[in-house]
Structure formats: C-alpha cells, structure tokens
T-cell receptor, first 112, second 117 residues
C-alpha cells in the first residue's frame, strides 16, 4: 500500500524553464511534508518542507505547494539548472511521530 | 560539521555470510533511522531509534535482520544469514526529531551498497 505516490518516474526540462514535480498521498494523518534530492552514489539531501497549516513555502528557486483537500503537493523549481538534475523524493510524516514515508522518486533531467 | 557516516561504502559477500553495516549519526541527534532502497520498493524504513531505544521495527523484513544502538554515536544493522534478495543500498539517517522549531528533517549518510552473491 503506497501511501505516498510519485506517478512520474522521470521528467525532462529545458534549462531556465520551470520544473514541476508532483506527489499524491492517501493518509489524512500526514501533516508534514518534505522534499529530498538525491544524486547518484549519495544519500538523499533535505530540500524543503511544508506544514499542513500552510499551502505554500518558498526557498529561493524552490517552492512547495500543498493542496490538502486533494491530498496533493508539488515542487516547483524556477529557473531550472543543470545541477538540479537528480532524483527527487516526496516524503510525509504524521504529526508527533517521526516515521517518514517516502515516495518512489522522480528523476529530473535538466537539459542545457 | 561531519554528516552521518556509514561504513563500509560497498560490501560484496556470498550468500549465507553475516553482514554488518555501521553508522555514526550526527553528534547531538537523538533519532536514528535505517532504510533500504531497492528498485522495486523504493526507500523503505526498516527501524528507527529514539535516544538509543528501538521505537518502530515494523519494517524489518524478517528475523535475519537485527539492529542495535549501544550508544548515541553508533549503530549497526546486521543480516545473518544473508541472501541474494538482501542486495540493496542501505541508508542510515539521523535527526533531532522534534524541537522548539517543530519537526526536524532527517540527514542521510551516503549509504552502503550491499551485493549478496
């Protein structure tokens, strides 16, 4: 039972354009959401997060949007850069509990 | 600051052998997590510790897997006996859990790539 789903295994975007990565979840107990970036042969690195009391959080070129009614979140990268090419994992955590459930990842390729 | 340190980075061994993976969390972090990443199942949580005590081991696949955290700066994940289907990348992560700033994200090591022949 995949509680956090990333339905697009891969995405290609031209340098300078917007990258939009999507994530859906099924567990209504999730109230904290995170995005991690992973390069080959390295561990995932925390990128940005959002609490369920917000619908948007921004950090430089990265913005995460949360739509609780649709149980959907997205990560926007503007403008995309070749160094953003990596696998992006969506993750979710129920309040007061440390166990994080990860999606299966989306491989982003930014083409110069 | 040093991040999460895992050893070895690569391990190749024959089926039936005992395998021990090691992890040193970030100093001051009170929570430690072991994950396994495979193509089929993605990143799965195996077990996590809080203040050196195992809290949730529901992800440990079977009795062949065991994990210990004898102190705040060291943890091991052991597989005995190992099987080819255990081949995967194993990650260790640590975090502060919750503090006054709310939930704190996990910091991952670079993983151990395990191959069981």
């Amino acid at each position: 039972d995949q509680q956090v789903k990333q339905n697009s295994p891969s995405l290609s975007v031209q340098e300078g354009r917007i990258s939009i990565l999507n994530c859906d979840y099924t567990n209504s107990m999730f109230d904290y959401f995170l995005w991690y970036k992973k390069y080959p042969a390295e561990g995932p690195t925390f990128l940005i997060s959002i609490s369920s009391i917000k619908d948007k959080n921004e950090d430089g070129r990265f913005t995460v949007f949360l739509n609780k009614s649709a149980k959907h979140l997205s990560l926007h990268i503007v403008p995309s850069q070749p160094g953003d090419s990596a696998v992006y994992f969506c993750a979710a955590n129920p309040g007061g509990y440390q166990k994080v459930t990860f999606g299966t990842g989306t491989k982003l390729q930014v083409i110069p | 600051d040093a991040g999460v340190i895992q050893s070895p980075r690569h391990e190749v061994t024959e089926m039936g052998q005992e395998v021990t993976l090691r992890c040193k969390p970030i100093s001051g972090h009170n929570s430690l997590f072991w994950y396994r990443q495979t193509m089929m199942r993605g990143l799965e949580l195996l077990i996590y510790f809080n203040n050196n005590v195992p809290i949730d081991d529901s992800g440990m696949p079977e009795d062949r897997f065991s994990a210990k955290m004898p102190n705040a700066s060291f943890s091991t994940l052991k597989i005995q006996p190992s099987e080819p289907r255990d081949s995967a990348v194993y990650f260790c992560a640590s975090s502060l859990g919750f503090d006054r700033g709310g939930y704190q994200p996990q910091h991952f090591g670079d993983g151990t790539r395990l191959s069981i022949l």
